[in-house]
């Protein structure tokens, strides 16, 4: 589990197709204190760490994976999103994401207003019913706020530490971007449909 509080931003140092799309990812992070095995959110993305260094991991992606996710349109020199496990006790700072990505959405607008930046993607037309007015969004694993929704576009609002701290500051118009529902809205829908019956 994550909470969408991004903690680092690491760069995407290779690639390679082995089976498996198989990244290694560099990073801030004490990896000393990382286990082989641990997960960590890369751009939204739960992903189990193979292999690592003093300043890197590696990971394996599997087809479902890229799939389903923007990891397939990765490239050396990248920026990334990262994240580590929440654990017993950590400050949810976001809301509760579990790194399972839903789909991805597609950046349809970008204006600077003020220092902030605001964007609008497209949803599937799968997800959109789970995207609601003020409700937690998971993007590239980083919680937002929904400001406004429109059939299946929605509206997300950038202030300049979020862009600082994230990758979001690399964004422009068409990025493909791995979306997360939030889990309550998943399970409200569920009950609706079961109830429906």
């Not at 789970?130 to 576009?153: C, D, Q, R, Y």
Request: hydrophobic residues 40%; negative net charge; charged residues 25%.
């Amino acid at each position: 589990m994550f909470t969408g509080i991004v903690t680092d931003i690491g760069t995407v140092r290779s690639l390679h197709q082995e089976g498996d799309l198989r990244a290694r990812i560099g990073t801030a992070y004490d990896m000393s204190s990382v286990d082989l095995g641990a997960s960590i959110a890369s751009d939204g993305v739960c992903l189990t760490v193979v292999d690592k260094g003093p300043d890197w991991y590696e990971v394996q992606v599997s087809a479902e994976t890229v799939s389903k996710t923007n990891l397939g349109k990765w490239v050396e020199g990248r920026r990334v999103n990262l994240e580590r496990a929440l654990r017993l006790g950590d400050e949810l700072g976001g809301h509760i994401v579990s790194g399972h990505v839903d789909g991805v959405a597609e950046v349809v607008g970008l204006a600077h207003e003020g220092d902030s930046t605001r964007l609008r993607l497209r949803a599937p037309e799968a997800l959109a019913g789970f995207i609601a007015p003020k409700g937690s969004i998971a993007l590239n694993g980083t919680s937002l706020t929904v400001n406004e929704v429109e059939g299946a576009e929605f509206g997300v609002n950038l202030i300049p530490h979020t862009k600082q701290v994230t990758n979001w500051g690399d964004t422009v118009l068409g990025d493909r971007i791995n979306l997360e529902i939030d889990t309550l809205a998943r399970y409200v829908a569920r009950l609706r449909e079961w109830e429906a019956r």
